[in-house]
């Protein structure tokens, strides 16, 4: 689409230091929970009713980005994403693609080398959509999937793998037992399709509608309980929180049917102390989740990234997505659909929520050029495996 130095210029996955506007979190540790099926219009954010009373409460000390968006429609593509700043922009997933082998970086082994110990765990069976070879090949930490569950007869979903209750109960003893610095991620399930829940909840989460709300308020009554268990521990007080969703669940308005709303999700900052309180309308994409955290825990070696950080003031905001082989490229109030060659679709989010008005031929010409670097350098990241900090991108042909 440019010469890549030009492409290059306007967007490159190199991050080289850290942005000392973010809060100071030298240290700390980091937990990240990455809710199965979680849609933004769940929870408060939607302004309107909400299942996640819990998480609603936590917002409230925490840094909200309130105009977040997923990077896909999948967890197989969410987990790269948010663990690695690794999207799917392909016409498949990134980790079944001949990609998928790249030598990459992600949190966890950018954070092996600060001393930090790494871990994920997933109550699903090991092995599930590949993620135990992903978190190894992206060095980034250990895996603990269903075989590594101690009592699997009793917790046993019948479909998936653990409930989510006894799971985050057994991930709370797993950290304890953690040496500081620990960065740990864990991936819930309860919330899966067929959207069932414990029989002791059937009679208390009984929602009408759609089936997944009554799971989303079961998943979010066990992260209530979980932190109940952890926010007496010593090393609680240490640790920042995220909280995000791998993707988008079943739609329960016009709007997030969509493919705008339909992208939508909760992003969470919770540090105890309340010391990041704010609703951020920044846009934000699960892929800034790594470059964000990493300038918080104030990283100091280079690292790749495709997403970039909040606190980056000449990172450039938007978010990509992929809809049926089309780009979504969220620009401020504007989004481009692209299908590889030609412009397909632009529409004024502010005035037309719903697209009901495409606004071709009128092309936006900045953002165009933004989202077709972003394209471009993504595409010769994965076909050259240059998706390391080392070697970097050279600027030549």
């Known amino acids: 689409y440019l010469p890549r130095p030009e492409a290059e210029k306007l967007y490159s996955g190199i991050k080289a230091s850290a942005n000392t506007a973010a809060p100071d979190f030298a240290g700390k540790n980091v937990v990240i929970i990455i809710l199965e099926s979680f849609s933004r219009e769940y929870t408060g954010l939607n302004g309107g009713k909400s299942w996640t009373p819990f998480l609603d409460s936590l917002m409230e000390e925490s840094l909200v980005m309130t105009n977040a968006y997923a990077n896909g429609k999948q967890s197989i593509e969410g987990i790269p994403a948010i663990l ?63 075989n590594e569950y101690p009592d699997q007869s009793s917790d046993f979903d019948g479909n998936w793998g653990i409930w989510d209750e006894p799971y985050l109960r057994y991930f ?46 079961y998943t979010d009554h066990a992260l209530k309980l979980f932190f109940d268990t952890i926010k007496t521990k010593p090393w609680f007080r240490n640790t920042l929180f995220v909280f995000t969703a791998d993707h988008t669940g079943l739609p329960n308005s016009i709007f997030n049917e969509i493919p705008v709303g339909n992208y939508q999700i909760p992003v969470i900052f919770y540090n105890p102390g309340n010391t990041l309180r704010k609703k951020d309308t920044t846009l934000f994409q699960q892929v800034d989740i790594m470059p964000t955290l990493m ?58 929520s719903l697209l009901s008005k495409n606004l071709l031929p009128y092309v936006p010409r900045s953002s165009e050029r933004l989202m077709k670097s972003v394209i471009q350098t993504y595409s010769a990241a994965l076909i050259e495996n240059r998706t390391t900090a080392e070697p970097a991108f050279t600027g030549t042909e």
């Not at 989460?205 to 997944?212: A, C, E, Q, R, V």
């Open 172 to 217: 709370g003893k797993e950290i304890d037992k953690m040496p500081q610095p620990f960065f740990a991620s864990l991936f819930t399930l309860s919330s899966h399709n067929p959207f069932k829940i414990p029989d002791e909840y059937k009679t208390i989460f009984n929602d009408p509608g759609l089936p997944i709300l009554k799971t989303v308020r």
């Open 84 to 146: 690695a700043s690794m999207p799917s922009w392909l016409n498949q997933d990134y980790l079944t693609s001949s990609y998928g082998t790249n030598k990459i970086n992600s949190i966890g082994s950018v954070l092996k080398k600060q001393g930090y110990t790494c871990s994920f765990y997933h109550g699903g069976r090991n092995g599930t959509m590949n993620f135990d070879n992903f978190i190894r090949l992206a060095g980034a930490g250990a895996y603990y999937g269903l």
């Open 295 to 352: 300038d918080m825990l104030r990283t100091p070696a280079p690292y790749f990234a495709f997403g970039n950080s909040l606190y980056d003031p000449s990172a450039a905001r938007f978010a990509l997505y992929k809809v049926q082989n089309t780009y979504h490229f969220i620009t401020r109030d504007t989004l481009l659909q692209f299908n590889g060659e030609n412009m397909t679709g632009v529409y004024d989010l502010k005035a037309d």
